[in-house]
């Protein structure tokens, strides 16, 4: 760390007279270079040192103490929050308000008596800013017996969370059965959101059709499955994804939290809702996840834990468990509901907090590590239950298919993903019921699976194989003629016009009109081109009739 002369080097003359006044020291020097080593000098005798600490103020004390017991530097960030800031003055305003004779903070005495200075220094995490004490001055200064000397020692936040040590003890306390009213158990919903996702990727969509159904975000497990390999730049790739139906539940579950557990590029940080992260900072995700779950392995599993003790704990202990040297300014974090930028130590619960809130009811929850409770329907979490790592139990795949004789699947969600996920690519995608995905055969959608290379003949195996009762015999046929014969029939809207006689159509057919007029009917009907209506009835109008009709706008 610098010395006390390299401390002080950028100061003009003003402050150094300030810093020899504030200890009693005569400068006799009118050059700023000959009194810095004349206050140098003075403020190095280690009677007056000892002097001077004793006469400061308790806080001081504690703040000289808490950087004695760090070994003389402690982030910036950190120790501003625990002893405050030092006012911005230039030395028109320092001397006119004398902003040195009342200071505003701990940090603020130490300064202007030379004990404190700031700088930055290079560590593993890139440039950080620390607060520091002279390294000819540190030796002079007593206070090993100052609670704070050795209090730093224990709570200094370290660098970064890969460091941290983790506490023999668990954090927190049970759940009060407030907290835990209403119990929300885990599931393995994902994988079947997994394999909706999954089909209509394969189908060329750019989303599922109806996202609300999903049981978490399609961000976010979009995000899982780019983790998992299961997609790459937005395709599914065929083979893993072939693996991961075809797999038992269980083993499929656990083969996301496995991705999960061990990402370096999955953010939680970043999936916030509510929140917008901008700018080019960089956060550490994998270690942030690793040091929080080793938080929550230490809690016993199967017992209801408070998740706002918890989260209060961290926030006392480990504050700053995501961020390096506790910089609560370079990131900019953005509140979306009116634009905020949440910065400073006073954001911590909109942020560091709800990331830790996040993680155990987010991607855990949907991975089926925790359970969750909370006091009522409709508010918040407020418990978890840590589950054991085989708590899931392997759920067979059993589900079967009705299908209707209007061409209607009904997929039950226990049917083999494998094999819903192939049917969802042969039919039209309707509204799903709960437990129960509904699809349509139709035309178009066979049309879109032959031009992925599917074969109609493997629709109807899936659906003979899967289907709880025979297809019907009208179903099985239209798919076979299908096949045969492409579409043989079509419903469609279309504008037509009826008239009088047929020497009138004949009439309008050599009109201008002529060309705005489709496929004959009848002797007397034809359609009307799309859009064309209005033209037609002008038409008509120069020829002396009048004709009824509505006219598109």
Not at 529 to 541: F, T
Request: proline content about 8%; glycine content about 8%.
């Amino acid at each position: 760390m610098p010395d006390l002369v390299h401390s002080l080097q950028n100061r003009d003359l003003g402050h150094l007279r300030i810093v020899a006044s504030l200890w009693g020291v005569e400068l006799s020097s009118s050059e700023t270079d000959g009194a810095l080593a004349e206050l140098a000098a003075g403020l190095l005798e280690p009677g007056l040192v000892a002097e001077v600490v004793e006469s400061l103020p308790e806080e001081a004390q504690s703040a000289l103490a808490a950087l004695t017991g760090a070994g003389g530097k402690i982030p910036w960030a950190a120790f501003a929050r625990q002893f405050g800031e030092i006012r911005e003055a230039g030395p028109g305003r320092r001397d006119r308000e004398q902003v040195y004779l009342h200071p505003i903070s701990a940090a603020e005495i130490l300064f202007y008596r030379a004990f404190l200075s700031r700088a930055f220094f290079n560590t593993p995490n890139g440039l950080l800013e620390y607060a520091f004490i002279p390294d000819d001055m540190q030796p002079l200064i007593h206070l090993e017996d100052h609670p704070a000397h050795a209090e730093t020692r224990k709570v200094e936040p370290p660098p970064a969370a890969s460091t941290l040590k983790l506490p023999r003890e668990p954090l927190g306390r049970l759940a009060t059965p407030i907290e835990r009213g209403e119990i929300l158990p885990a599931a393995d919903r994902i994988l079947d959101d997994a394999c909706t996702l999954l089909a209509a990727l394969r189908l060329g969509w750019d989303s599922v059709p109806r996202p609300e159904n999903l049981s978490l975000p399609e961000k976010v497990l979009r995000a899982l499955l780019e983790t998992a390999g299961l997609i790459v730049a937005g395709q599914p790739q065929l083979e893993p994804v072939r693996v991961f139906l075809a797999a038992p539940r269980r083993e499929a579950l656990a083969s996301l939290v496995d991705a999960w557990t061990e990402s370096g590029n999955f953010n939680e940080l970043r999936l916030l809702p509510g929140l917008s992260c901008d700018g080019e900072w960089t956060n550490q995700p994998l270690v942030t996840r690793r040091f929080l779950l080793g938080l929550l392995a230490a809690i016993p599993v199967g017992q209801w834990w408070s998740m706002n003790a918890f989260v209060r704990l961290i926030k006392e202990r480990y504050a700053d468990y995501q961020r390096p040297a506790g910089d609560y300014d370079s990131w900019f974090i953005r509140r979306l509901s009116d634009g905020v930028f949440l910065r400073g130590f006073a954001a911590w619960d909109e942020v560091d907090g709800e990331l830790v809130r996040y993680l155990i009811c987010g991607p855990m929850f949907w991975l089926g590590l925790v359970d969750l409770a909370r006091p009522e329907p409709g508010l918040a979490p407020s418990a978890f239950r840590m589950r054991a790592a085989d708590a899931q139990p392997e759920i067979p795949e059993s589900g079967r298919l009705h299908v209707t004789s209007q061409a209607r699947v009904d997929a039950a969600r226990l049917l083999p993903r494998a094999a819903r996920y192939q049917i969802a690519r042969f039919c039209d995608w309707e509204d799903e019921k709960e437990d129960e995905y509904r699809y349509r055969v139709t035309p178009s959608a066979l049309t879109r699976a032959g031009e992925q290379g599917l074969k109609v003949g493997q629709l109807l195996a899936l659906l003979r194989k899967y289907a709880a009762a025979p297809v019907p015999p009208p179903v099985a046929q239209a798919i076979q003629r299908w096949e045969n014969k492409g579409t043989e029939a079509r419903v469609e809207t279309q504008t037509i016009l009826r008239v009088s006689s047929p020497d009138v159509l004949e009439e309008l057919r050599k009109s201008r009109a002529g060309r705005f007029l489709g496929e004959s009917l009848g002797p007397v009907t034809i359609i009307v081109k799309p859009g064309a209506q209005a033209k037609v009835l002008a038409a008509l109008a120069e020829l002396g009739l009048l004709a009824e009709g509505q006219v598109d706008e």
